[in-house]
């Protein structure tokens, strides 16, 4: 039995720790202890809403999320751990976007990948708070102080690689930056 | 891993075993896995009138497959078993196809349809086997490095034997640990029931199990 534990002991402590990869922890967070100025930014939006608020661990930092679901739209409201607005993300299909971004998007896409398939896409917006409320609210804000973009998470085929992947496009669907996110092991479901 | 199994009450037997498992993928490019596991059930006699009624025999076994990933989501897998017991060695000959998805709430979901057929000194034995799992993390939306979760799978089998068959049905719990280099070590709870109802034999399997891979 002794020889058995001293196994999993250095089996347990053995990692092979791949790098570049995108990992983020989240964790729920109980309401109690969110700043009320973020509250209060999240009840002047969406009053009424049912909010779920959770701790976003990745490499830049901790933040704190606001999480809701409007009109079947998921909606995520990101701020620092002092609740200091940093950025607001909404969920949208690719047929909302206007065809000439989404084309320009799926040909950069088509360019990297043999085959890839999207899974989710984000429209992000961030800057000066007043504005990106008032922005998001009217439509309408000084466009210097804000700054928006698409984040989109691909599916894709890589030199016969296959990975998961997240992609930042800007408005006029220009790339920016691209992630690869972390694969999780899934051999105790499989084997 | 450990297991336990138990036998008793009427028609019923009821056994307890323990089992330790070790279990490697090895990447052979972007899109093969090399599967490799070895799988030791010990007997632990935990006998008794009121519930248990036995344990089984020490038996090892090994298994090797090959993974191939048809997308992020899809996978297929085929492969062998060996069994080395007191009982009788055996061989098992398995085919499976496989998904598994990250919800958008908090579980990861997996499918999995498995094809085998086993050989030994008697009759070929094929089973069907459908196996639904789980996985949820102690906290956030996925299971990350560092965290631990708790899974929950449960698989119904049909297995066809000459002019027999039986069906039986399999619910495993895991509690488990992430490691950072995405190894998870595991504790896990099997109960088997084989042709459920009156005359059911109950195996229950207490043990370890870790999964590695390179």
Same mark, same amino acid.
């Given at each position: 039995?002794? +020889?058995?534990?001293? #196994?999993?002991? #250095?089996?347990?402590?053995?990692?092979?720790?791949?790098?570049?990869?995108?990992?983020?922890?989240?964790?729920?967070?109980?309401?109690?202890?969110?700043? =009320?100025?973020?509250?209060?930014?999240?009840?002047?939006?969406?009053?009424?809403?049912?909010?779920?608020?959770?701790?976003?661990?990745?490499?830049?930092?901790?933040?704190?999320?606001?999480?809701?679901? &409007? $009109?079947?739209?998921?909606?995520?409201?990101?701020? $620092? +751990?002092?609740?200091?607005?940093? =950025?607001?993300?909404?969920?949208?299909?690719?047929?909302?976007?206007?065809?000439?971004?989404? $084309?320009?998007?799926?040909?950069?896409?088509?360019?990297?990948?043999? *085959?890839?398939?999207?899974?989710?896409?984000?429209?992000?917006?961030?800057?000066?708070?007043?504005?990106?409320?008032?922005?998001?609210?009217?439509?309408?804000?000084?466009?210097?102080?804000?700054?928006?973009?698409?984040?989109?998470?691909?599916?894709?085929?890589?030199?016969?690689?296959?990975?998961?992947?997240?992609?930042?496009?800007?408005?006029?669907?220009?790339?920016?930056?691209?992630?690869?996110?972390?694969?999780?092991?899934?051999?105790?479901?499989?084997? | 891993?450990?297991?336990?199994?138990?036998?008793?009450?009427?028609?019923?037997?009821?056994?307890?075993?323990?089992?330790?498992?070790?279990?490697?993928?090895?990447?052979?490019?972007?899109?093969? /896995?090399?599967?490799?596991?070895?799988?030791?059930?010990?007997?632990?006699?935990?006998?008794?009138?009121?519930?248990?009624?036995?344990?089984?025999v020490?038996r090892?076994?090994?298994?090797?497959? #090959?993974? *191939?990933?048809?997308?992020?989501?899809?996978?297929?897998?085929?492969?062998?078993?060996?069994r080395i017991s007191e009982g009788g060695n055996k /061989? +098992?000959?398995?085919?499976?196809?496989?998904?598994?998805?990250?919800?958008?709430?908090?579980?990861?979901?997996?499918? *999995?349809?498995?094809?085998?057929?086993?050989?030994?000194?008697?009759?070929?034995?094929?089973?069907?086997?459908?196996?639904?799992?789980?996985?949820?993390?102690?906290?956030?939306? *996925?299971?990350?490095?560092?965290?631990?979760?708790?899974?929950?799978?449960?698989?119904?089998?049909?297995?066809?034997?000459?002019?027999?068959?039986?069906?039986?049905?399999?619910?495993?719990? /895991?509690?488990?640990?992430?490691?950072?280099?995405?190894?998870?070590?595991?504790?896990?709870? =099997? &109960?088997?029931?084989?042709?459920?109802?009156?005359?059911?034999?109950?195996?229950?399997?207490?043990?370890?199990?870790?999964?590695?891979?390179?």
């Amino acid at each position: 039995m002794l +020889r058995v534990v001293i #196994i999993f002991q #250095i089996l347990f402590f053995s990692g092979f720790v791949s790098a570049q990869e995108n990992i983020e922890v989240e964790y729920p967070f109980s309401h109690k202890r969110v700043p =009320d100025s973020a509250k209060l930014i999240v009840c002047e939006l969406f009053p009424g809403e049912k909010v779920k608020w959770i701790i976003e661990h990745n490499n830049r930092g901790d933040y704190l999320e606001a999480k809701l679901k &409007v $009109n079947k739209t998921r909606i995520s409201i990101k701020f $620092n +751990r002092k609740g200091v607005f940093e =950025d607001i993300e909404v969920e949208v299909s690719l047929s909302e976007i206007e065809e000439m971004v989404s $084309n320009k998007i799926k040909s950069k896409l088509a360019n990297d990948f043999d *085959r890839f398939k999207i899974k989710r896409i984000q429209y992000n917006c961030s800057g000066e708070q007043s504005e990106v409320l008032k922005f998001y609210k009217t439509g309408k804000a000084g466009l210097d102080s804000i700054s928006k973009h698409f984040e989109i998470v691909v599916y894709g085929i890589e030199d016969k690689k296959i990975k998961s992947y997240e992609y930042i496009f800007s408005l006029n669907g220009n790339f920016l930056e691209r992630l690869v996110n972390a694969e999780g092991n899934t051999d105790n479901l499989l084997f | 891993m450990w297991y336990s199994s138990i036998y008793s009450q009427e028609g019923c037997e009821n056994l307890f075993s323990g089992v330790v498992n070790l279990n490697h993928s090895l990447q052979i490019n972007n899109r093969y /896995q090399l599967k490799s596991g070895f799988e030791r059930r010990l007997p632990v006699d935990l006998s008794n009138k009121a519930f248990f009624s036995g344990t089984v025999v020490t038996r090892n076994h090994l298994t090797i497959g #090959i993974q *191939r990933k048809l997308s992020p989501l899809y996978s297929i897998a085929a492969g062998g078993i060996y069994r080395i017991s007191e009982g009788g060695n055996k /061989q +098992r000959l398995f085919q499976q196809i496989a998904h598994v998805q990250q919800t958008l709430s908090r579980f990861k979901i997996a499918h *999995r349809l498995r094809l085998d057929k086993t050989f030994s000194n008697l009759a070929p034995e094929y089973r069907i086997r459908y196996r639904l799992g789980a996985e949820l993390p102690s906290r956030g939306f *996925r299971v990350d490095p560092g965290e631990t979760y708790f899974a929950l799978l449960s698989e119904f089998l049909m297995k066809y034997k000459g002019d027999t068959q039986i069906p039986e049905l399999r619910i495993t719990t /895991q509690l488990g640990y992430l490691f950072k280099g995405g190894n998870k070590g595991e504790f896990l709870f =099997d &109960v088997r029931i084989q042709n459920p109802g009156a005359n059911s034999e109950n195996l229950f399997l207490i043990g370890l199990g870790y999964y590695f891979s390179n």
